[in-house]
């Protein structure tokens, strides 16, 4: 039980920090996104293309087992969570863009004729306004993230869902052991969905 307690600690952690680093890093990547400058859209939209059409297994397999071949290594569970974040990142970037595109082109040029620079413009204008519209999709990408953490396991991270199988290849309870880390993920889960909809109804 303590390892399946462990587990779950490892697995609330990994979330954590990738669903924070990821959202800073999707910031970066919807700005270079919206930018006015060919080159840095061309920089946002190649990020996300990438980590979008590239399973997120074989970008761990990649990191963890590729990386020390060239002489980098990291310890697992950092590198785990770079991972997690690089990936996410691109989808909670395509969620702001989608949020800043919600928002009435009107603004925009009004910011602009008040003489707002576009970093200004965004951060009064634009950013105020789309979040409220990007509540619900960042609350469905980190309840994804939160379902993910568990292919950390699959390259060594004991992290939940792997916690459960070595218990499970001691105790051979294969049914309860992976119920009870089932309704772990399910109360995870419910958690956030409660916060997202408490969130949501503020910003109405």
Known sequence: MSLLVEGLLTTLALTGLSFVSACLLGIVVVVLRISTVPVLRGIGTAYVETFQNVPLLVWLVLFVFGLPEIGISFPLFWTAAVVISLYEAAYVAEALRSGVNAVAHGQGEAA??????????????????????????????????????????????????????????????????????????????????????????RFA
Not at 174 to 197: E, H, M, Q, R
């Open 112 to 201: 602009r004729a008040l003489g707002l620079t576009f970093a200004q413009s965004l951060r009064h204008v634009v950013v105020p306004q789309a979040a409220r519209k990007v509540v619900q999709p960042l609350g469905n990408i980190f309840i994804a993230l939160t379902m993910a953490t568990s292919l950390a396991g699959a390259v060594g991270v004991v992290e939940l869902t792997r916690a459960a199988n070595r218990i499970n290849l001691a105790e051979a309870q294969p049914l309860l052991i992976f119920t009870g880390a089932g309704l772990c993920y399910l109360v995870l889960a419910a958690g956030i969905g409660a916060v997202v909809f408490r969130l949501e109804r």
